[in-house]
């Protein structure tokens, strides 16, 4: 009976989390050069645009958002950004948060690793002539406060925490090709 309850717990938060919604005022459904990174033989502004949610759990503890190229020629994708322990007061991002040295991500927040091998926000730069790559942005209601990683949590890590910890996720996607 307790595992019975269990999951009709976890199924009325899933069925809630219907609501919890990620938009960009930034975003357009097509990337620019602000989110293009500047490296790899891309020459743009390498800006995290501006994200904000809505309408989470009330159960939420705390928040992650990563950012996720499936199409990357890798055999496993290419993270972008990975950021957690956001606390669950935060429900938007400013545009430029995922540059460190500006200081616009909260405190608490940690960013780590991404695929580029370094913290903080990556733009999209994906191989000259590949059909346009879908860029996924997810925002993740956790249930717990903190997760227990740093700087240096590889993206794959990260990814297996927040995915034994989410109670609803939200995302939206945007595209870009060269």
């Known amino acids: 009976m307790k595992a019975v309850m269990s999951v009709l717990l976890v199924a009325a938060a899933w069925l809630h989390a219907g609501n919890f919604t990620l938009t960009s005022s930034d975003l357009q459904g097509q990337l620019t050069m602000k989110e293009v990174f500047n490296g790899f033989g891309c020459s743009g ?7 904000q949610w809505a309408n989470a759990p009330k159960e939420t503890k705390s928040f992650a958002v990563t950012v996720y190229d499936p199409d990357a ?33 909260p405190k608490a927040a940690v960013q780590s690793m991404t695929s580029f091998g370094q913290a903080g926000f ?57």
Do not use: Q
């Open 73 to 105: 020629p890798t055999g496993s994708g290419w993270w972008h950004w990975v950021v957690f322990n956001l606390p669950a007061t935060v429900t938007a991002l400013p545009s430029g948060a995922g540059n460190g040295a500006k200081g616009l991500m």
């Open 122 to 178: 990556g733009g999209a730069c994906p191989p000259v002539g590949d059909r346009p790559h879908r860029y996924v942005f997810t925002v993740y209601a956790l249930d717990v406060a903190a997760l227990d990683l740093d700087v240096s949590a590889m993206p794959a890590l990260v990814g297996y925490m927040l995915n034994a910890h989410a109670i609803a996720k939200a995302s939206l996607m945007a595209y870009y090709g060269r």
């Open 45 to 51: 502004e390498n800006v995290s645009p501006a994200l």
